[in-house]
């Protein structure tokens, strides 16, 4: 059964300051997915990793994929208030001889919040 | 391209009663995903349907609950009879072959139930 544990779950950051939001996932998958989620909002996409190796920015957040490692980081450069919010990653479940099971596992998500 | 589509947006509702939640996914998307959130235990996979067809419902919690796909551009979940324990915020999404894109997901419907 895949497991997707995200840390930490909780992350309070200075404005400025930079920092690492961590998924660790239990079992083999080349796809991992990041989604940001504004209180009381949907799940908005973010970032699709679909390789080893794989890197992705958009502003000041960039996404990385280590598919041997099993983990994926989603680092915050000179963070600002507006990405305060709450960040999930998410693995597609693989079928044990390959090919997609077609579902995504999602962590507990990391709740950012950016203080001045 | 409206997005997914979720109705109601809110419901309150007594106990024992029934709860019909629907969703519209996006045109041309293969796949529709139920998913229930809490703070709780976060976000849960309930059912999801391939091309109309439920592949995985082991998420569902009890046989309360029930959800059907008609056709592709339409899914409801019923909750029957509803407990104020099923009270979570309801998201539908969907998905294009491949899911090279991920999830789309939809606005949710809060489900209150006193």
């Known amino acids: 059964e895949l497991k997707v544990e995200q840390n930490p779950l909780f992350l309070s950051m200075q404005e400025g300051k930079n920092y690492t939001i961590y998924c660790n996932y239990s079992t083999t998958s080349d796809r991992l997915y990041w989604y940001r989620q504004d209180p009381g909002k949907s799940l908005e996409s973010l970032f699709v990793?679909?390789?080893?190796?794989a890197v992705k920015q958009e502003g000041r957040l960039m996404a990385s994929l280590d598919t041997k490692a099993r983990l994926s980081t989603l680092h915050i450069t000179a963070a600002v208030h507006d990405l305060s919010a709450t960040y999930f990653c998410?693995?597609?479940?693989?079928?044990?001889?390959?090919?997609?099971?077609?579902?995504?596992?999602f962590g507990k998500g990391t709740k950012l919040s950016v203080k001045p | 391209d409206a997005g997914v589509i979720q109705s109601p947006r809110h419901e309150v509702t007594e106990m024992g009663q029934e709860v019909t939640l629907r969703c519209k996914p996006i045109?041309?998307?293969?796949?529709l995903f139920w998913y229930r959130q809490t703070m709780m235990r976060g976000l849960e996979l309930l059912i999801y349907?391939?091309?109309?067809?439920?592949?995985?419902d082991s998420g569902m919690p009890e046989d309360r609950f029930s959800a059907k796909m008609p056709n592709a551009s339409f899914s409801t979940l019923k909750i029957q009879p509803s407990e104020p324990r099923d009270s979570a915020v309801y998201f539908c999404a969907s998905s294009r072959p491949g899911r090279a894109y991920g999830y789309t997901f939809g606005s949710g419907t809060r489900l209150t139930v006193v």
């Open positions: 990793l679909l390789s080893n190796g």
């Open positions: 998410a693995v597609d479940e693989r079928k044990k001889y390959g090919g997609s099971q077609g579902n995504l596992i």
């Open positions: 045109s041309g998307h293969d796949y």
């Open positions: 349907f391939n091309n109309n067809v439920p592949i995985d």
